[in-house]
């Protein structure tokens, strides 16, 4: 059901003569019956008069005819009708233009079930088959899918994106314009492209990355084929799991080539490094004393033994310095020696954890 505060928007703006209609991504997810996080309007009002009709706005997006409205503690991105200006980015257009109405404001919009609107009485305008679409489960782009590619050549891998989410098939058209059009993916930002691979990771379908790759949107980071060697699909949907697993198929992404920042980069960079490692209790322990917890486990989530190594955190057991029964001030001595010393001290523990007692550390390492 829509919020009856999303309605209430929508009776706002046509109560003061204005056409207004949910669009785009929410008529899809509707007319499927999945949930809506994020709910878009598209208006015949210009965005000066959405602000004044409204008592909280935020211009999010203004220059492009889009203004948030918030009521009662709902929120939704309104848009004024507009149509596109030339794509010399293939990304962004130089500049829009509003428009009277809905027909050149839909026909503008990037796949056809993307390409509805629905009043607030829940009529929908499909003038371009979405909703044939939905039935046959089929991506296809609204126009020549080179033309909507050309403009925002996103637009590739959002289709794949859909796809992965949805588990509707990709269109010819949209195969055959991706081998015309994928030197235009060179042209796209890395955090853009890794935000769409990000979504395909942790839907359902991850094994869609592989299709990418075949597909050749993937050769601006030196990836000229698929290489499925793990199963995507049968590791926890988390992001950074997802991500390990697709390092390990794809090394030349875990060079940072995708801009993550530092925390993930490293997490899932490293737990790839370690993901030919056979899992054992013992050696997820030494895993945590040299890699840390939070490498170890997104390890043994990927091993499918995350609750071994739960197991082993509330164990009590010494698995990182701060839990030796030696500390760097009982050390009698300086310099690097005292680190290396520790770190002796803490591999014997790790394979003798009732030894963690100060005497019987310091008499094995420090009285021999």
């Not at 991504?25 to 009709?53: H, Y």
């Not at 790839?272 to 209790?281: C, F, K």
């Not at 014997?348 to 963690?356: D, G, I, K, Q, S």
Request: aromatic share 8%; net charge negative.
């Amino acid at each position: 059901m829509v919020p009856e505060a999303i309605l209430t928007i929508l009776s706002t703006l046509t109560n003061a003569g204005e056409q207004a209609y949910l669009v785009g991504g929410c008529v899809r997810d509707f007319m499927l019956g999945r949930r809506i996080n994020d709910w878009d309007i598209t208006t015949s009002a210009k965005p000066e008069r959405v602000q004044a009709l409204f008592e909280k706005t935020v211009p999010t997006g203004i220059a492009h005819g889009t203004v948030t409205v918030i009521y009662d503690q709902a929120k939704a991105e309104v848009t004024t009708f507009r149509a596109d200006g030339e794509y010399k980015d293939h990304r962004h257009p130089e500049q829009v233009q509003f428009v009277g109405n809905l027909t050149e404001d839909l026909s503008r919009r990037d796949f056809t079930i993307n390409a509805m609107a629905m009043c607030a009485g829940g009529s929908i305008t499909d003038l371009f088959g979405g909703r044939e679409d939905l039935a046959k489960k089929t991506i296809r782009c609204v126009g020549k899918a080179e033309a909507r590619f050309t403009e925002d050549a996103l637009r590739m891998f959002r289709a794949y994106r859909f796809s992965a989410q949805l588990g509707f098939i990709i269109d010819d058209s949209i195969t055959e314009a991706v081998a015309y059009c994928k030197p235009l993916a060179k042209e796209l930002s890395a955090e853009r492209i890794r935000d769409e691979l990000e979504k395909i990771l942790i839907s359902d379908r991850p094994e869609m990355l592989h299709t990418l790759a075949e597909q050749g949107l993937l050769e601006r980071f030196g990836i000229e084929k698929s290489n499925p060697i793990i199963s995507l699909s049968t590791l926890p949907a988390e992001r950074l799991v997802r991500w390990s697993g697709a390092f390990v198929c794809y090394p030349q992404l875990s060079k940072n080539v995708l801009r993550f920042d530092k925390y993930s980069q490293r997490l899932a960079a490293q737990t790839a490094e370690l993901w030919n490692i056979p899992y054992s209790r013992q050696g997820c322990k030494h895993l945590i004393a040299e890699y840390g917890a939070d490498v170890a486990a997104c390890y043994a989530k990927g091993k499918g033994h995350f609750i071994d190594y739960e197991a082993i955190l509330a164990s009590g057991e010494c698995v990182e310095l701060s839990q030796l029964a030696v500390s760097g001030s009982d050390i009698p001595f300086s310099g690097p020696l005292v680190g290396k010393t520790l770190s002796e001290m803490l591999n014997y523990v790790l394979e003798h954890p009732e030894e963690n007692k100060k005497d019987l550390l310091l008499a094995r390492f420090l009285e021999q």
